[in-house]
């Protein structure tokens, strides 16, 4: 573990051992599962936001922001069309 990532963990050594071992001998498979779970909640945690902040605007419209996000606007609009506005409705 390099030093600077040793001095903003907060892992003790001996389990961060233990953790890298896990990862090491993990399926591949199971480490796609992993980050498709994390992928997942993190765009349930990014669209809980958008609600929080815009709950004036239409489910849709949420999404679309979501997908802005995502993807960033101007991959959005290609694949959504446009709608990138966040005051609109």
Do not use: C, F, W
Request: net charge neutral; no cysteine.
């Amino acid at each position: 573990m390099t030093k600077l990532r040793e001095a903003l963990s907060d892992t003790d050594p001996a389990s961060e051992l233990v953790r890298a071992r896990v990862l090491r001998e993990m399926p591949p498979r199971r480490k796609v599962e992993l980050v498709e779970d994390a992928n997942r909640t993190s765009r349930v945690l990014a669209l809980a936001g958008i609600r929080a902040r815009h709950p004036e605007l239409s489910t849709e419209r949420q999404q679309r922001m979501l997908m802005d996000l995502v993807l960033g606007e101007d991959l959005a609009e290609q694949v959504y069309g446009s709608g990138s506005d966040p005051t609109a409705r």
